[in-house]
């Protein structure tokens, strides 16, 4: 084994560029001229197959270029203005979003997480409680919960937990988005009972990530009721999101939603994630939480960490007060089997 | 002359995909592990070659990916929350940013523009009559004057312009800050008689704008003094403006700032515009203002507009009382010498 | 004459505390226990009051302290995030509450101002020309005019210049919003020709102040038709303008309401105005506007003013460029006859 | 005991007007001409004299109207457009003033409370904690504590608990605020350890409420080593807080800081809650929590409950399982010796 080969990367699931595909594409249209802001044909046509991809023929799509603005415009742009939203005391953009959220004015309340879950029921007794208490008028009033597929940890919420968080947001005025900044790699576990126009359905508006999953950059955001704020660009402009080339965006997912290459690529990297677990599993190493998507969770001892040193690159989660580390090692649409051996070698 | 080649557009600076260095240079990196986040090694070459360019050996650098979101980020990063930015009233972020500053809590102070620039004297008019004004603790403090180079309607600003605003900047307390979203165009003009290190100089941040000057999108903010806020990534990211495959934006001014390719390709827009401006004066089409930049605004006839229908396209600038219309056409790296030749034959 | 009597002020409107019939109401109710936040009984007899001086039964009122907060929680209140507000380029919001608007994040677009007012051809004309452009989506989207009644020059709409301005709003869906800090001294004016009942027909929202009309604070927001935002309480506290001890601002509004006391404190402030008018006209000093409400703007030579020193305090408005200043002398509920005459024999 | 002593309200220290003498100081000074905004004799008088009150001759003082006013605007006056607020879950930002801070864009994060108050050793490890994650810059940084004095449980901080957490701030560079809407019942509590003077050496911001003690409205905001944010009258108008009539919060403070007035009252206050806390002691009334402060917490039944009905007001806390409630019986400055019996006789 040469050293030529290393390090080889874990980190995330955004060290490489895009799925050459994408590249392809970028090259064949690169002189073909078309009008800004996305009024250009790729993202016209790239609606067209999100829509046919939903099963939603009157969903609003509009694609912005990563996550954290797309949470702030998204939450911002939907909630009035003495609206709160509410999350897992986890997610994204209750802990790792610099505050932006916040930043447009709203506040995110914390409900506690289970593995980066919210419960139905808990989420429930917030919102009664809240509503029977006499001053509840002078609390920040939730309008909105955030869920992420999968979560910070890797997990997925089940077709009946989904339903019965929309039945409570239903019944509670309100609305339902789910950050699906790894949507496909959520989509394409082996756990995950729900496909598109399931999650569609039972939600009022969801993301589509491009970044982590193929994209050089780029989230697809579907209002799958047309129920888009208005007037759309001007407020997705408002928040900094209107990118001029909006063909960069409109490329890319045109090319991901052709032939089914979210998906293929999506299940390559849970191929890997699984083909990892196996490994850490076979090397006695223990899993924090057994994820089912392409995040896995392995606890190393510092004698396990010392032989990755300089070899394999990957993040460090927590430390654990008996010394030993959980860390997370990320699979991609780009991981290549070799990897797996490389780092089956290294252990 | 087939119509094959129609329509060929003026409509604006961004409607083709990237200089093909880049493309070329995105397929070679394309599988490259990498850190997120500008951590990546070409987004330090992109700093490294930038600080050259710019001879300022200790200025912070920070890669955004459109224009709006820049200037929104680098005025709320730089102000007080009380402080407001003065522009003139046809500024970019005065009328087309969707009111982007004040969604950040910032007022835009509007001044009398001249072709689209400001008036040393009046901007020092302005500022001489607030502090004297008893009551101008009630009134939103100006702390920044926002500038673009070259303006709206092409013009740029003299070394001389420049050196008294900056003095009038300085003898106030209030930052410059020059939106280079066209900045190569600017530079590149025959009649700038500044270079990227005397702007640096004159200025407390500015950016280079990649979008409109061959990248796919980005662009390259400079603080020539280090001046930076802090923590920056954490300011960047609260606005939404922390790309996570930072690498797009690294390689894109990497390529751009390689052999001079910005300015080789921002040249060739201005010569393509001077060969515009030419034939619109040859054919007796008056000029609503002689730019010396990469953006022309013939006045058209209803006769003349009609002859471009549905063969060259251009964006209409304003409605004059005579029936005439302003309009734009807008050259770039990208416009082929084919495209004069053919809309010389049409008109 | 002695000393003694001097220095007098007209300064303002807000020299002195408020009226004795308030003071006394307060004193007496004093150890009256009632709940917080506008429930007690004062607040709701004075809404009543309210109600019927406005011909109104369905309007929603809520009190607030100041003019400043009152402005920014109406006005954030009742747009959408992304909407702007237009205002005359010499408004209060526009100039004097320290961006306190776009502090809540929305742009203040300035009209022309024709002696403070502005005019409803103009306002038509920046609609038509606004919707009519093809990058409207681009800019901040107007959804309300904010006027003042009277303005910060004394003058005063017509019946016949509000109707039509109300009826451009109506067209463009725009929010009509008067400011009424002195809104008595506004309707008490020999020249006005409306009404209470006809101002709050022909507005979606108004306020009556309080502060400059006899209130030690405070200001009565009204919404007509029953339109507040909703839930209210909220979004008042939201923004910091809900008092707990709603009865200081119930007893007061109260306490105007009853026997018409308001308008006859209005009318005394505008009978000394008067007679301060006719005063300079008499002394042959020009006035800068003809006001007809309780704010008088006398020119004043620099010989003059050194006559008033140390004896008669006024606020200076503007310096002219041949020496002379432009000077505003307000009287209000308070203000003696004494004072008119000794300001009459310093002159 | 006839019915016309009834009802009595124990609801909450806001139920009365203001403390005679601040009433019979606003009407011997009325007809005095002030300046407006703060300007005023009688708010420079109570300057002096609350400077004195705390030792700290070079103090900023300004005065606001109300609580979550002064919260809103003292946080976002002093925190970088980037920090967050650090308070316990239980407090009144995190909870009861309708978002108002994330309103100002700032996030607040809540900590573990216990009987309402923060342990400066989970502040330790939240901070420890925070600065060794590598990824500190993607999150909300804090830069400031914010504590009630006393908590909304009525507990409060010994002088040993406010140096740790002081200390615990002044190693991590954050700033440490006060509430101190009931202050004057805090430092009067048998159980307080610290009086005005070492409160402001031991925070960098804090308020002394004059709302819930003894005034209309009203809570002087004090900046000790004079280290407010500048330019400050800018800073407080744009939020809404600047008050036209400043003579009115001048001439509360100025007299609730004469001859001791704020200190007699609380401790009147804090007499007759210590009276309350022992009538439900010798009714073998449980407490929810010992408070040493104006505000009292016993466990009803719902036969106790059903005795006060219609005769005594109180609010209800929290609902406990076994049907029992958690109850607030609040006293103030206003409270009868004989509410006391009347209560007694009624239990």
Redesign the interface.
Known sequence: MTNDLF???F??D?????H?DI?RR??E????????YGCDRFTQSAITKIRQAIACPNADVVFM?????????VI??LLP??G?VIAVSTGHIA??????I???????I?LTHHDGKMHADELRNYLVRFFAD??W?????PKMVYLSFPTEYGTIYSRCELEEIHAVCQEYGLLLFVDGARLGYGLSSPEADIDLPTLAHLCDVFYIGG??VGA??GEAVVFPKGNAPQ?L???V?????????G??LGIQFDTLFTDNLYFRISRHAIDMAMKLQQLFLDKQIPLFILSPTNQQFPILTDDQRKRLDGKV?YE?WENLTDGRTVTRFATSW?TPIEHIRLLAEVL
Chains 1, 2, 3, 4 share one sequence.
């Open positions: 390090p080889i990367s980190t995330c955004y060290n490489e560029g895009a050459p590249l970028l090259l249209t690169n002189l073909q001229q078309e009008p800004g270029v990563g996550g954290t603005q797309t949470n702030a415009t911002d742009g203005r003495y709160a802990v790792h979003e610099a505050g932006a916040e930043h447009t004015g709203h506040k995110v914390p006499d001053t008028q002078h609390m920040a009033n970044t982590k050089l950059c007037p660009l001007t407020i402009k408002q928040h900094g999101a209107l990118l001029a080339k063909r960069l690159l460090v780009a």
